[in-house]
């Protein structure tokens, strides 16, 4: 049985005399309200507000993180509590997931994941103990007992957790009831939904016609044509934004951004209602519609977020059997000079536009994101994000981008999470890995003391908020 602390200085730097600079820093934003602006926690957990079931279904199942890596070296995904599609039987018994994750704990050494479970483990449930075969059992009761307290009730933890805002990322297809559930108990200006439209945009994806036929019910407006479409998706915007929506999402492959003649649209779209666009023109159309959603948030002031280059469920069979993310979305190699340049000559010096970069190629941050960001005022740089939101990933961005765009074209940190009790964990780290970095700025008498401290509460707190607000309410 080995112990489970918190060292006070977990992952400032090891220089000894950076770390007492890091110390002063991340004292300063430690206790800073979290601004979570992109994240996958489900509404309707807040809304409900029920406890939550037990230790497996809070912390294992949701995680793909944790999934992926349990997997890689051999577990089942069903072994796992991960239900099938087609209803085949999955472990149900939550203290047998549990005790197949502890049996695992040795894989996380040196990942990100490593400490964000230790980070939840001792600082929201007092846990002690690492986890392991023989703390399994005792490790799930202690945890089990906890949930069962009106101080981990959903809200609570929210509220412990000093959350300011939330947002979460919701299918144009929803009628957002759970938003409309906290809003009307006074939590929505607290959680905020994303309007994400990607399915919507692909239309050669299995679905997308069926998927037309209820974006037309729900908004109203009849799909038969390509402007009737590029209708009914304003529609859902405005829908979004009047339920609290500050932004939208894309996760295209490609950044291939390129606007069609409207004629070329319109047939592409008929073509594509009767079962007859081709791979080529499904990709024109959906990097046109890519311009089309830009031109949208300049009109309604939604922030645009775009994060390409990840192949998506790349174990067809996995997704066949279980679904999307289940940890197997692996990134590609992106490029932006070229494919951003259509939509940012058009949208790029707007002050009613703004646009958030994420990446999971980091070859592509000093090369083509910072000199872009640093030159385009309409855009900024997403934080570290995915498989590069670890310690490493984030010291080398701050290394890659800040000579060429600075802290301030930059969003600070977002957790991009379904685990919703790794949430503090992930701000803390990032806040931890920022004072590092600052801290090394003043040791080398580059930034004095007083500038380093204000440039870390701008990361934590102020760039995200700011980066978030409706394109053009700060513009003059």
């Known amino acids: 049985m080995r112990p489970l602390l918190l060292d006070e200085d977990r992952a400032l730097p090891a220089d000894p005399a950076t770390r007492v600079i890091a110390r002063r820093i991340h004292r300063e934003v430690r206790e800073l309200p979290l601004v979570c602006m992109h994240g996958h926690v489900d509404a309707a957990v807040l809304a409900a507000d029920r406890p ?4 497996a279904s809070l912390l294992v199942v949701p995680d793909h993180y944790l999934l992926r890596m349990l997997v890689s070296q051999g577990a089942e995904l069903a072994e796992l509590g991960v239900r099938p599609v087609d209803g085949e ?7 047998e997931i549990w005790r197949r994750f502890c049996a695992g704990w040795h894989l996380f050494r040196g990942t990100p994941t490593r400490f964000w479970l230790e980070h939840e483990l001792a600082d929201v449930f007092g846990v002690t103990v690492q986890p392991g075969p023989d703390t399994a059992d005792a490790l799930y009761d202690q945890i089990a007992e906890q949930l069962g307290k009106p101080d981990f009730l959903p809200r609570a933890l929210f509220t412990r957790f000093g959350i300011e805002v939330l947002a979460t990322t919701d299918s144009p297809l929803s009628a957002l009831p759970d938003h409309a559930l906290l809003r009307e108990q006074g939590w929505g200006e607290k959680v905020v939904p994303t309007f994400r439209p990607d399915a919507l945009l692909h239309v050669r994806r299995p679905g997308w016609r069926a998927d037309v036929d209820a974006l037309a019910e729900l908004s109203g407006v009849d799909c038969g044509s390509y402007d009737g479409f590029l209708q009914a998706l304003r529609e859902r915007r405005r829908a979004f934004a009047a339920a609290g929506a500050l932004a939208t999402d894309h996760g295209h492959l490609a950044t291939a951004i390129t606007a069609l003649p409207p004629a070329d649209a319109a047939r592409v779209y008929a073509d594509a209602l009767a079962g007859r666009a081709d791979d080529r ?9 890519l ?4 031109r949208m948030s300049r009109e309604d002031g939604l922030v645009m977020q775009l ?22 979305d692996i990134p590609v190699a ?16 707007d002050p009613g536009f703004r646009l958030v970069v994420f990446t999971v190629d980091e ?19 997403g934080a570290p994000w995915w498989f590069l939101d670890s310690p490493h990933g984030m010291r080398r961005f701050r290394e890659a981008v800040t000579e060429t765009a600075g802290f301030y074209n930059t969003t600070g940190f977002v957790d991009d999470t379904r685990a919703f009790v790794s949430i503090p964990a992930r701000h803390d780290l990032a806040r931890r890995i920022d004072a590092g970095y600052l801290a ?9 003391m007083e500038e380093a401290l204000e440039t870390a509460v701008d990361l934590a707190y102020n760039l995200p908020r700011a980066a978030y607000r409706k394109a053009g309410a700060d513009a003059g």
Not at 291 to 294: D, G, V
Not at 440 to 448: F, K, S, T
Request: cysteine-free; charged content about 25%; aromatic content about 10%.
């Open 440 to 448: 090394a700025l003043v040791a080398e008498h580059r930034l004095g």
């Open 291 to 294: 311009f089309e959603m830009a």
């Open 307 to 328: 994060h390409p280059g990840v192949l998506r469920d790349h174990d067809t069979d996995v997704h066949a059997r279980f679904g999307p993310d289940m940890g197997f």
């Open 52 to 55: 939550f079931a037990d230790p």
């Open 334 to 349: 992106a490029e932006f000079t070229r494919g951003l340049r259509p939509l940012l000559e058009a949208f790029g010096r």
């Open 89 to 95: 039987s999955a472990q149900t018994d939550p203290r």
């Open 363 to 381: 070859t592509t941050y000093s090369r083509e994101l910072a000199p872009l960001a640093g030159a385009y005022p309409a855009m900024r740089l």
């Open 281 to 289: 023109d499904a990709g024109a159309f959906a990097g046109h519609m």
